[in-house]
């Protein structure tokens, strides 16, 4: 195999793997630049809060299923010092599975 040419061998590769020539030539090109072809965690905007506190959030809000947004944004204002949107809220919820509207009336 060290013989043939890069396409000969990308080809090869591909053929074994059952992947596109480019994806192998990508991964190769990867390995050769940093060394290992593991994900690397991308560098990003830090998160608002921990994920300890957005439990504490989704657990405050199944307590009381009438509270606002802006009720719980004031909350963590006041108890973690920590200003954040009533979007970032809603946002939050949704992603644990919890829609932040008004419980409905039950009709009796």
Do not use: W
């Amino acid at each position: 195999m060290l013989n043939c040419s890069k396409t000969d061998l990308y080809g090869k590769i591909d053929e074994q793997l059952c992947l596109k020539r480019s994806t192998v030539q990508n991964v190769v090109k990867k390995g050769k630049k940093t060394g290992t072809v593991a994900f690397v965690p991308r560098s990003c905007r830090p998160c608002l809060i921990s994920p300890r506190l957005k439990s504490a959030l989704c657990r405050n809000f199944l307590k009381d299923r009438k509270v606002s947004a802006p009720k719980l944004a004031s909350e963590l204002k006041k108890h973690h010092n920590i200003t954040v949107s009533t979007k970032f809220i809603t946002r939050a919820l949704k992603l644990k599975g919890l829609r932040s509207k008004e419980a409905r009336k039950k009709s009796s």
